[in-house]
């Protein structure tokens, strides 16, 4: 057994936490079960705002394809209750901080000290300015073609996108879409309800009324939270880590959309990707703290 000296016993007994999450969203919220059910000590904050906010049908998640996220978190949050080292406040993070051998985070007046901080505070999406997206954003205008696409199965779509990336997504929605329309985002003046599902109103020529539309956002991760903790960035713009989530701050994982793990071409957006981050993190704790 290691010796220790009076004060490094100490300085541990003031550690409150053995860990921090901050993100309620599934990458969050499957850390906070994992860390549960090792009975660690475990606070998750969550500010409520969520990626998938707007989205009533989420879709590719074994067991649960076609789920309303809401009620995921709903379910995921009742499930983490039987746990009763896990405490889940809804409340906004203001810092962290390296502290000696421990992080701390400030919530409201507090400064509150643990072993590791998870961070899983996702990302944020900018619409191209077309009026009428942003109403339909998850519905019947899109992003990613594995979340939203087999349901324009069969029906006309639009690729509301000029940028090379276009032409992998038209390839990629052919087998699904009974015809793929590519559209400059200058050309639509405004998107609109249709019988078909949507209308795009164009600049010039007639309208092109489809099931759906995919347009490529501009995301960032949520708040500014990670800007002053000094964790190293990806070109991507995501928080570089290992395959466990370790960020180049030591005691700091990053798991969920905000994680571009080394390994990966990108970060992976999609609800089974931030559950397994979730989880890897979680146990790269455990396992930290039992080698401590
Ligand atoms: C329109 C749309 C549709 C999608 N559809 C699908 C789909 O069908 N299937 C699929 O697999 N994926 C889908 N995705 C992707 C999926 O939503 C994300 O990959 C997933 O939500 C990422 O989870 P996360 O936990 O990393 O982040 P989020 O779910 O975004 O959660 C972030 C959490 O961090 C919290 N937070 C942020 N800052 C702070 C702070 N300072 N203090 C406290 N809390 C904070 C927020 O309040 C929130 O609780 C979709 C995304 C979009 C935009």
Known sequence: MKSQDGAERNRKELIVYDAIIIGGGPAGLQAALTLGRMHRRTLLLDSGAYRNAT?????????????DPAELRR?????????????????????VERDGDAVTVT??????RTHAVILATGMADELPPIPGLAERWGDTVANCPFCHGHEFAGRPVAVVNASPHAAVLVRMLEPVASAVHVVDPADVREVVDAPTGLRLVRTAGDPLDVAGAFVAPTWRPRGDLLGRIGVEFQET???????????????VYAVGDIAHPDHLPGPMFSLAAAILGG????????????AS
């Open 237 to 251: 713009g995501a928080v570089r880590t290992d395959p466990s989530g370790r960020t180049s701050v030591e005691g």
């Open 107 to 112: 919530v409201d007046d507090e400064r509150l």
């Open 75 to 95: 379910i995921a949050r009742t499930e983490i209750a039987a746990y009763d080292t896990v405490q889940i406040r809804d409340a906004l993070a203001s810092a």
């Open 55 to 67: 989205v009533r049908h989420a879709h590719n998640l074994l067991t649960n394809d076609g789920r």
């Open 279 to 290: 989880q890897l993190a979680a146990v790269a704790v455990v396992h930290s703290l039992a």
